[in-house]
């Protein structure tokens, strides 16, 4: 389970989240939705350990990354499939980490199949891989340690359709063995058939969160509800800094 508790962060005189609330339980996908520019990947990368919150706290299990005992075994993460060596192989990438982390080697091969990567793709350096192909070896990184909670930056970028439905059928079997899942995304049609709970950020506050289908019950659709939130964001954000609103 992944909370976060008021959490705040400054760059440069900048409040890039504002007192962030949020929770994402276990058993479920929860979508984390917001434009560019909204805070997601900084409130990742606190949740990991990446980056300092000013205020407040984000814990995984309760506790915060640091304080994890076996991290890698805790949370599996993806924040950028191409932060991979491109002179390596698939293989070779996941067996450093294996290595690193004293998982059994056997862990390779059945990461590999999980994301559907062939044993010739495996084989292949990552400089030849297309960015569907990095994704899915991000995502086998991430399920090397068999953990109780992925956290997945942008995890569907590049996928193509089969990709993406492959990919929302995996984070679906991930959720339902009992795992926290905790994605941000883009592709509001993609989440909202994939979620089971939504948080949508903009400015970076959280604007809405809840379950998908009292959301959209609530809104008339998923896509319909963001743009009226995350539009009035924009339009606040260009009143503030003097811009004309479009
Ligand atoms: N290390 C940093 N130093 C200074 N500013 C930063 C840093 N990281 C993020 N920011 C700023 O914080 C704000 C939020 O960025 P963030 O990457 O968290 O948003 P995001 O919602 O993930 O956006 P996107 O959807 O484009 O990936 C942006 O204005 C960004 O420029």
Redesign the pocket.
Known sequence: MIRFDSVTKT??G?V?LDAVDLHAPAGAVTGFL????????????ILVGL?RADHGQATIGGRPYRLLERPAATVGVLLDANAVHPGRTGRETLTLTCLALGLPRRRVDEALDLVGLSRREGRRRVQGYSLGMRQRLGLAHALLGEPDVLVL??PANGLDPQGQRWLAELLRDQAAQGRTVLL?S?QLAEVEHLADHLVI?GG?QILSSGTTADLAAAHGSIADHYFALTDGVDRAAAAHDGRTAA
């Open positions: 760059y440069h900048q890039v917001g434009p560019n520019g909204a805070g997601k990947s900084t409130a990742l990368r980056a930056d942008e941000s883009h950020i970076g």
